[in-house]
Structures are given as C-alpha cells and as structure tokens.
C-alpha cells in the first residue's frame, strides 16, 4: 500500500539578477515508495512555445518598449560576439544571451541591473503564459501519474520552471539545461539526464523501478533519454508551424552531430498525439 501522507521540500529554480538560483519549496503529496519516474519535456509538449513566446515578449514591449524583433536581432549580434570572444569555447547560454542583449538595450547608465530585471519581467510573463497554453491533455496526465503512485519530473534546455507554471503543481522537480552544473551539457548530453535520476533518488525514486520519459523531440528527448536509460513516449501533436517550433513540426530538423546522431539511433517505445491515456499505454507496455 502506497502512503499519501508524506509532504517534502522540492527544489526550484528561480530567477535573480538573470541568474539562476536554487529555492525550496512545498512539493506535491508524495507516496512512501514510488511506482515509477515519469519526466516530461515541457517546451512543444506540454505547451505550445511560440504562443508564449509572443506573450513574453509582447510584456517586455509593453513594459520596456523593445520589439520582439530588435531583441532577438540584438541577441544574434551578441551570440556572434560570444563566439569571437578570445579562448572562450563555451557558448553563451540563452539565459545570458537574452539578459546581455536587454542590457545593450537599456545602455545608458541609469542601472548596471536593468538587463536583469528586464530578463526577469521576461521571464515571469513566459511562466504565466505557460500555464495559461497549457494543452488541455496536460493536468489530467499528470494527475493521474501523481495519484496512482508515479514521481513526475521535467527536464528542460529551456527556462520553463513547473513550479512557477500554473497547471504543473504535480511535478515534483525540475532540470534545466540552463543550470550552471549542467550548461552547456543539455538535451541529449547524459550529463542532464544523470542528473535527473539523482534527484529522483533524492525524492525517493529507486533505480529498480521503471522510468519513462515523454517529449516532442526525437534526438533531444527520445535519443537522449533512452541512450541513459529509459523507456521513451514520442509526442506527435500535429499541430501547425504557427504554433510550435521548427524543430517539432519536423523532428529530423536537427542542427548539430551530437543531435544528427541520436535521431538516428532513436526508437521511441511509444509514440501518441496526445497525452490522454498515457499513464494506461505505458502500464499496458510493461505488461
């Protein structure tokens, strides 16, 4: 029998100054032993990202006065000067890309933290229009993992915070790609999903039972995912460019060898248009 009484902390990420820290929180219910670990993907799976996108930066226009396109045109001239920085082989995360390209922006001297904070009205708005695209399919899934005994975690290149998104408050934790012990090793770099299953050990999760992990992307999530481990739920969601990212309406499109690689080797062990029925298909697989 499986307890519902237990509460813990869980971490999140949160965002100061641009930076991302580290902040405790009250989590979901948890069980005494777990069925299982389910991660999901977020961005293109469980909401559509260009919507949100729009929505943030219709924010930072409306607070700011910085058109979407001048943002995003000052954040290529400032990945393209990251990149002829002298010795500097790591790329500049998108966390400091953006930040830097809003302090650019903000150049005249009144505060050295007015890319910061415009980051963060940024930042807020794209959590808030998370929760609010959040396909319909998504709280019941998740609901039904969490009440029948699954621990339900995220894995994310991007800036998405569960914890933050109205809808997700049955997801335990969360990793990102943006984390400093994991930048620049994101999806599908081991590195990331290694770290997942360590905080899963740390919620209660153990390496004996199974895990599955659900995205939109074959190489970064299927690939990925399964190169470490686990079971993978490929998500199709046809839905049109207007809507969701280059990469997801064509899960082939991939930009480098790494990514080349493991679309290649990918085998999704299932593969849906929605996430109704999941936790169902997934129970129906194992037997």
């Known amino acids: ?32 032993q777990f069925k299982g670990l389910v991660t999901f993907d977020l961005d293109d799976t469980l909401f559509p990202m260009k919507p949100v996108l729009q929505d943030a930066g219709e924010a930072v226009e409306k607070r700011y006065g910085f058109k979407a396109d001048i943002v995003q045109q000052t954040m290529s001239e400032v990945r393209h000067a990251s990149r002829g920085a002298s010795g500097d082989k790591t790329p500049i995360s998108y966390t400091a890309t953006r930040t830097t390209a809003y302090s650019l922006l903000m150049s005249d001297g009144s505060n050295d933290n007015a890319g910061a904070e415009c980051f963060d009205a940024w930042l807020e708005a794209r959590q808030k229009s998370a929760g609010a695209h959040l396909w319909p399919d998504v709280e019941p899934c998740l609901l039904e993992f969490a009440s029948r005994g699954w621990l339900v975690g995220a894995i994310t290149n991007g800036r998405g915070n569960p914890a933050l998104i109205p809808g997700l408050e049955h997801i335990a934790f969360c990793v990102s790609g943006e984390e400093p012990q994991i930048y620049p090793l994101r999806k599908p770099n081991r590195a990331i999903f290694d770290l997942t299953l360590e905080r899963a ?26 190169a470490a481990g686990s079971r993978t739920v490929l998500v199709e969601r046809n839905m049109p460019e207007e809507i969701v990212s280059v990469r997801t309406a064509n899960p082939l499109h991939v930009p ?28 129906a697989f194992a037997e």
Not at 9 to 28: D, E, P, V
Not at 210 to 221: E, K
Not at 262 to 279: E, K, Q, S
């Open 1 to 32: 029998l499986y307890s519902a009484v237990l509460f813990r902390t869980t971490t999140a990420l949160i965002t100061q100054g641009g930076k991302i820290q580290r902040n405790t929180i009250k989590s979901h219910r948890l069980f005494a």
């Open 201 to 226: 050990l740390g919620h209660g999760w153990r390496r004996d039972q199974p895990w599955w992990h659900v995205g939109d992307d074959l190489a970064n999530d299927c690939g990925g995912a399964a």
């Open 256 to 283: 480098n060898s790494m990514e080349k690689e493991m679309a290649a080797i990918a085998r999704p062990d299932i593969t849906v248009n929605v996430l109704t029925n999941l936790y169902r298909n997934i129970v």
